[in-house]
Structures are given as C-alpha cells and as structure tokens.
C-alpha cells in the first residue's frame, strides 16, 4: 500500500506498468468530435453525461481525474453527487465532488487537458498530488453523504 506522500511524480516503467494495471481511461464525450482544437457540442457532452454514471457503477473507482476546463462544468449533477471540500494547495482551494456508485463513492477532481495551451507539468502534478491526498483522506475518514 502506497502512502498518500508517495502519490504523483515521475514513476520509473516497473511503477508505470503496476499503476496502469489499477487504472482505467474513458473519454466523457463518447463520439469522434473530428480534427484536434475542435469544441464538443451541447450534445456531444450531454451523451457523455448521459454514460457518466455507468461508467461509475461498472468500474467503482475511488478517484476520478477529470481533464478539461470544459469537462468540469458538463460534469452531471444529480442525487449521485454532493460537494466535497475543496482540495487545496497554499492559499488556493479547487473544488472537489464525490459521486455515489454501486460499489461505494468516486472522488472527483478536474484540471485543465494536458493538450490545452500553457498546460504544464510543474503545475499540475502539485494540484494532482493534493487531490490524491483529499481522496484518500476522504476513504479513510467516516463520511456523511
């Protein structure tokens, strides 16, 4: 078992291979939207929300990283979600959803698409990092939600 100071930063391939064997990856938008640079529609996104809480129910995870300043918005909103405390990193604070699925809860955290213009990792992983620790925290402490 991992301590949450050991999440984030550059793994070496042993590490990468185990991660990825514990991992999944699914686009929100579930249509081949064309070229690169071109905007999701209104019902582009309303599909991907549409398979959201599928995608939950079937893969029970415990920590969600939702890559887009686009997608955070277009994140559902329904009974399955509440507020969490904001992760925060110094004196700045993101906001954070926990969404309820058959297997328990998915910590839920957004950061801007590592394809979008000036995405960087010295600024990223440092927000990653604390997102993971909010999540563990939040498995291992009692809830009420």
């Not at 309303?46 to 955070?72: I, K, M, S």
Request: hydrophobic share 35%; glycine share 6%; proline share 6%.
């Amino acid at each position: 078992t991992r301590r949450s100071s050991d999440l984030g930063g550059f793994r070496d391939f042993d590490q990468r291979w185990e991660f990825w064997q514990t991992a999944t990856f699914a686009n929100f938008v579930q249509n081949n939207i064309g070229r690169s640079r071109k905007r999701p529609t209104d019902e582009d996104w309303q599909g991907g929300a549409a398979c959201f809480q599928e995608y939950l129910d079937e893969l029970h995870p415990e920590f969600v990283l939702a890559l887009g300043a686009e997608l955070w918005p277009q994140l559902p909103k329904s009974h399955f979600r509440s507020d969490c405390e904001p992760v925060q990193l110094q004196s700045e604070d993101m906001p954070s959803f926990v969404y309820r699925h058959s297997g328990g809860h998915a910590f839920v955290f957004g950061i801007d698409h590592p394809m979008a213009y000036g995405w960087s990792y010295a600024k990223w992983t440092p927000w990653v990092q604390a997102a993971l620790k909010s999540a563990v925290s939040f498995h291992t402490t009692p809830q009420r939600i």
